[in-house]
């Protein structure tokens, strides 16, 4: 009777999981405590923002402006001067742009007056809180690193290069582009759910403009965070893109880790964090995925019975995934009610 009872306990706890991994899709929208039923959008906003002020749950939004999946992944923009009305007179919720249009901007022509203001969507997070990692290399796998250009020479033989000073790179391709990053390989980043390689971080040392083609080639370090040696690796810079993709749930279930928080053993909200998982997994730019701690694993001993009983994750986030590599992503974590913790899980809300 007692490893029954142990037996319908481990079940239940199961099913709680499961139940609360995967919420029931038709579940209806509930909107904010205090949802206002008119908004006017200014510059500053962010497509979470204002989906906070109408819904319990702002990944929804889309459910809330009526969107089909195509409109979801290119929708229009939302504009700074535009009203958006709640209307909750059908049973359901919705959201539209005072004047009609859905999500278009309507802009009246009068004489004299400029709507250049109309011309800029707002973004779907706050911007500057991922600016600085928009550009960096962040992660690196073993493949990459192998086949990147590598410094094998400092001007005057010097063991360290600063801003200002030539360096000699070997296997920079023919076409290679005039500014460059310099990066080192840093702390290896491992599942830890299995201790899987998942790649290495990428140590933003600084930048180099190409002087001269070649083999070695010939740079010059235009920046310097750090002092850069032999054997540091070059990936072209990228420019840096608007993180304006909206944001959305994965359509399939997500089952991934937190492996590492930048600067911190511990996050909060608005800390930059690494998940396991990326492009190989289904992980998007734009994806809202929920936190969770992950239920411990106990030893449930009743009257000479011992069985092993996994206890259920505890949801306490919510966050937006704003790069992603092939077997890494990293997210800005947008909401959390407790301190995000490395081996935290990460699933679809």
């Known amino acids: 009777m007692a490893r029954i009872i142990s037996v319908l306990f481990v079940l239940i706890s199961s099913l709680l999981l499961a139940a609360h991994a995967a919420p029931a899709k038709d579940a209806p929208l509930e909107l904010a405590e205090n949802a206002p039923s008119r908004h006017v959008v200014v510059r500053g906003d962010t497509l979470w923002g204002i989906s906070a002020k109408f819904l319990k749950d702002p990944y929804r939004w889309s459910e809330l402006w009526r969107l089909n999946p195509d409109e979801v992944k290119n929708p229009h923009r939302i504009y700074p001067g535009q009203v958006l009305i709640l209307d909750t007179s059908g049973g359901q919720p919705r959201l539209s742009v005072e004047g009609g249009g859905g999500m278009v901007p309507t802009i ?72 460059w990053q310099i990066y080192r390989p840093g702390n290896a980043i491992k599942d830890p759910g299995n201790g899987e390689l998942m790649g290495y971080e990428a140590v933003l040392l600084g930048t180099a403009k190409l002087v001269k083609k070649g083999e070695p080639a010939t740079f010059r370090i235009a920046t310097a965070r750090q002092e850069i040696g032999k054997d540091d690796r070059l990936v072209p810079a990228p420019r840096p893109d608007i993180v304006d993709y909206p944001l959305h749930k994965p359509k399939e279930a997500i089952d991934s880790r937190v492996v590492s928080i930048y600067d911190s053993t511990a996050g909060g909200r608005l800390s930059i964090i690494a998940i396991t998982g990326g492009k190989k997994k289904g992980i998007e730019v734009g994806h809202v995925l929920a936190l969770s701690h992950t239920g411990q694993v106990i030893a449930d001993r009743y009257r000479g019975s011992k069985l092993d009983v996994a206890l259920p994750n505890e949801h306490y986030g919510l966050i937006y995934v704003f790069r992603v590599f092939g077997k890494v992503s990293y997210a800005l974590v947008m909401a959390a009610s407790q301190a995000v913790e490395i081996g935290d899980t990460i699933s679809t809300p």
């Open 108 to 179: 009246k022509a009068e004489p004299k007056v400029r709507v250049t203001e109309l011309s800029e969507g707002i973004p779907a997070i706050p911007q500057q809180a991922i600016e600085p990692f928009l550009s960096q290399p962040l992660v690196a796998g073993e493949d990459e690193m192998e086949s990147a250009p590598r410094i094998v020479g400092i001007q005057g033989d010097q063991v360290y290069s600063s801003a200002g000073n030539l360096v000699y790179v070997t296997n920079v391709p023919s076409d290679a582009p005039a500014l």
